[in-house]
Antibody, heavy 121, light 107 residues
Framework: EVQLLDSGGGLVQPGGSLRLSCAASGFTFINYGMSWVRQAPGKGLEWVSGISGSGGMTYYADSVKGRFTVSRDNSKNTLYLQVNSLRAEDTALYYC??????????????WGQGTLVTVSS | IVLTQSPGTLSLSPGERATLSCRASQSVPNTYLAWYQQKPGQAPRLLIYGTSGRANGIPDRFSGSGSGTDFTLTISRLEPEDSAVYYCQQYGSSLRTFGQGTKLEIK
């Protein structure tokens, strides 16, 4: 059974940083692209970033480019999102999501439970 | 690619058919469009991929269609548990995008 466990969220001041993690199990991690998708309170879904299975391809939404960095450690079956220069509008529940193949993520067939990032002074 | 979903809210009775629309600002390459269902307090669940392919375990009451810029999710024979927010998502461009969602209420 595929399991994705998101962690690392918390309360941070504007301009601060966090590293989000997603621990994967139940599948061969390196064989699948992964993404981060966020959802602000009471709002819709926003794709944030994606990474291929090997880690060689990464993309970012314009809203986070230059501030967020996605990476993965295939030896630890873990996906990361380093979030820097945080703004109030980055406040959201951050989900990691698995794609159906190893390439650049397309659609998302499994999701974590989310980790909440709150940016406030 | 900007995705616009309509209507914003849909209120129907059990047994009826729901038709949800997703319109793209430009043609979605290869009909690379997916649909998700999200219930309160839960993560989204994949329903449809590639415009019309049903994900594992999704009942055949859920069907997708469309091409170019206009896509539709149809839910036939509505059941109370279909009450949720439904999102479309395109993966035809390198920057993936979601629609803003349609809330489906079952009376």
């Amino acid at each position: 059974e595929v399991q994705l466990l998101d962690s690392g969220g918390g309360l941070v001041q504007p301009g601060g940083s966090l590293r989000l993690s997603c621990a994967a199990s139940g599948f061969t991690f390196i064989n699948y692209g992964m993404s981060w998708v966020r959802q602000a309170p009471g709002k819709g879904l926003e794709w944030v970033s994606g990474i291929s299975g090997s880690g060689g391809m990464t993309y970012y939404a314009d809203s986070v480019k230059g501030r967020f960095t996605v990476s993965r450690d295939n030896s630890k079956n873990t996906l990361y999102l380093q979030v820097n220069s945080l703004r109030a509008e980055d406040t959201a529940l951050y989900y990691c999501a698995k794609s159906p193949d190893s390439g650049y993520p397309q659609f998302f067939d499994s999701w974590g439970q989310g980790t909440l990032v709150t940016v406030s002074s | 690619i900007v995705l616009t979903q309509s209507p914003g809210t849909l209120s129907l009775s059990p047994g009826e058919r729901a038709t949800l629309s997703c319109r793209a600002s430009q043609s979605v390459p290869n009909t690379y469009l997916a649909w998700y269902q999200q219930k309160p307090g839960q993560a989204p669940r994949l329903l449809i991929y590639g415009t019309s392919g049903r994900a594992n375990g999704i009942p055949d009451r859920f069907s997708g269609s469309g091409s170019g810029t206009d896509f539709t999710l149809t839910i036939s024979r509505l059941e109370p548990e279909d009450s949720a927010v439904y999102y479309c998502q395109q993966y035809g461009s390198s920057l993936r995008t979601f629609g803003q969602g349609t809330k489906l209420e079952i009376k």
